[in-house]
Structures are given as structure tokens and as C-alpha cells.
């Protein structure tokens, strides 16, 4: 039996999984949509890596993160739940000891890190705007009528890209629409938006961040190759895209889990055959009138999170 770690990233538009052994070697891995349903997209994702790893792992710890990582931690009885710029930078540390940058554009929302001999120093995310980031895309993808996948492809085909306003949603659905109109060809309003949203993310996101190699990519956008050049040509410095990139985040949660004080024992059955619910509601034992959720397992309250002031 293989002592091992389980590591969940749930965010807003994908959930992604790994296990990892004692010397952080992935031995399953998942990345699925999450579908407007965290919880469905956490059972998904354990059934699939629990399908991969057979019965021949023992689960020593689970750790969570993303914008869902309670949640998830709650179904999992994790030990860890972690930020995502936290497990960003352990997990990239771990395969890139040296890196100085990581930059993340995810589904919709992105994050800059700033590393200084392996301690993070500086980073900042961007969660309020869709701009530039992996919905964005996908979003002008339909309207081009070309799969996203397919959008890298076309951004190196182009001879003079368009210039596209990426500051804002509207502006830039308004501008790609004029170029189209105009007579513009997909391949240069294509790389035009990949483009924008590297230029969306250096002057918003990065701004005043002095970005040193070795830069290292990540996040669902990271698998678009014409993204990866535009941030080469703006940088004058070469970008890795590690194979497991969109991964990171769960990887880096699989090895803080490592480090937790024992807990539960964690039982891939117990969190594909339980019933998790979650629950509205709003504390009126104060003034803050604090939004809550409440999270049921079989019916049965096990977490709470909401509130800004003790009981």
C-alpha cells in the first residue's frame, strides 16, 4: 500500500485534482469543469482519481484550495486548506525551485506572484473583472465561431495582429466586433486578443511589479500558446508552461497536506457515497446581519462560514 496525498482545486469554472506519494510523484490526476456545482465537481473528480489509484494507496493527507476550498475541505475532512496564492507557490517551488514569477490567468480570475528566494514577497489578484481572463476568451471564441483550443493555432498564423481594447469587457466585444466588421482576418483579431490580455494584465494586475525571470505560466489560459508569445514579446524573456500547469494549485495543496497535524482519515467511499448539502441563511444575533452557509453531511451540520463577528 503506497502512502499518499490528495491534493483539490476547486475554482469557479474548473476543479482539479492530484495524488501525490511521499516524494510528491503524481500518481493520479483529473481536471474537470465545475459546472455551477462545486460539490457534484468535488465527488466527480475523488470518483476519478480513486478509479486511477485503485486500492493500492493509503491516503495519509487531503488538502484543498481555490475559490471553493472550504467547501471542498468540509466534504474531504481535509487537514489543510490553503489560499491560492499559497499553493500556487509551494506547488511551483516544488518542480521550479528558482522561480521568481508566477504568473495565473484562470476561468475568471488571474493572479500575479512575486518570489524572492522562495519566499513570496508580493502578488496580487484580480477576482471583481473578467477581463482577460479564460471566460473572456471563451467568450469571444463563440463569437468568432472558432473552439478556443484552436485559438493559439490561429494567433501564430497572423500577419498584422488587430489591436484590441482588453481594459473592459463591453469595449473589447464592441471593438471585435468593428474589426470583424472592417474586414480584419480571425487570425489577426485572434492574436489581437491574446494580445489585450496580456496587456490587460501587465498594466492592471502587475502594474508596479517588477517581474523577474524565470517566469513560470499558469492557470486554464496558460494551454493557449498565443497568450504564452504575447507575454514573451512584452517580457523580452522566455515563459514555461509546465505540462501540469493547470494543476498546480491542487498539487501545491497535496504537499501542505504533507505538513498538517493528523486529522480525520480521509476514505475516497465515505466521500462518493455521503450526501453534502449547503444552506443560505442570514445570522441576526448582531447588527452585521452576516451572511452564512452552512454545510450538511447526511443532514448534519459539519461547517459554518460566513460570519465577521464572534457569537
Same mark, same amino acid.
Request: include cysteine.
Given at each position: 500500500m503506497i502512502k499518499a496525498y490528495i491534493g483539490i482545486d476547486v475554482g469557479s @469554472?474548473?476543479?482539479k485534482g492530484v495524488v501525490i506519494d511521499e516524494g510528491n510523484? @503524481?500518481?493520479a490526476e483529473e481536471y474537470l469543469l465545475t459546472g455551477g456545482d462545486p460539490i457534484d465537481a468535488v465527488k466527480a473528480l475523488v470518483k476519478s482519481l480513486y478509479e486511477q489509484c485503485g486500492g493500492a494507496v493509503e491516503i495519509a493527507g487531503a488538502g484543498t484550495t481555490g475559490s471553493?476550498?472550504?467547501?471542498a475541505g468540509a466534504m474531504l475532512n481535509a487537514g489543510t486548506v490553503k489560499n491560492e496564492?499559497?499553493?500556487?507557490? @509551494?506547488?511551483?517551488l516544488s518542480v521550479y525551485p528558482g522561480a521568481a514569477t508566477i504568473l495565473e490567468i484562470g476561468g475568471q480570475?488571474?493572479?500575479i506572484i512575486i518570489l524572492d528566494g522562495g519566499v513570496v514577497v508580493d502578488y496580487?489578484?484580480?477576482?471583481?473583472?473578467?477581463a482577460g481572463t479564460g471566460a473572456f476568451l471563451s467568450s469571444q471564441a463563440a463569437r468568432l465561431n472558432v473552439p478556443v483550443e484552436d485559438?493559439?493555432?490561429?494567433?501564430l498564423k497572423a500577419s498584422r495582429p488587430a489591436a484590441i481594447a482588453a481594459r473592459c469587457t463591453v469595449f473589447a466585444e464592441s471593438d471585435l466586433v468593428h474589426k470583424m466588421q472592417v474586414g480584419y482576418k480571425k487570425e489577426d483579431i485572434i492574436a489581437g486578443l491574446c494580445?489585450?490580455?496580456v496587456s490587460n494584465y501587465l498594466n492592471n494586475l502587475a502594474k508596479g511589479k517588477k517581474i523577474k525571470p524565470p517566469v513560470i505560466f499558469q492557470g486554464g489560459v496558460s494551454k493557449n500558446i498565443g497568450v504564452v508569445r504575447a507575454f514573451e514579446r512584452a517580457l523580452n524573456t522566455p515563459v514555461t508552461v509546465d505540462p501540469r500547469a493547470p494543476l498546480m494549485g491542487a498539487f501545491g495543496a497535496a504537499i501542505l497536506s504533507k505538513s498538517a497535524k493528523p486529522g480525520p482519515v480521509f476514505n475516497f467511499n465515505a466521500v462518493l457515497t455521503q450526501n453534502f448539502q449547503t444552506e443560505g441563511a442570514e445570522c441576526a444575533k448582531c447588527a452585521n446581519n452576516c451572511e452564512l452557509v452552512n454545510v450538511f453531511r447526511n443532514g448534519a451540520p459539519i461547517d459554518v462560514w460566513g460570519r465577521r463577528c464572534a457569537d
Open positions: @469554472v474548473s476543479t510523484a @503524481v500518481i471553493a476550498r472550504r467547501l496564492i499559497t499553493a500556487h507557490a @509551494v506547488g511551483t480570475d488571474s493572479k496580487a489578484m484580480n477576482t471583481l473583472c473578467a485559438f493559439g493555432t490561429f494567433a494580445n489585450a490580455v
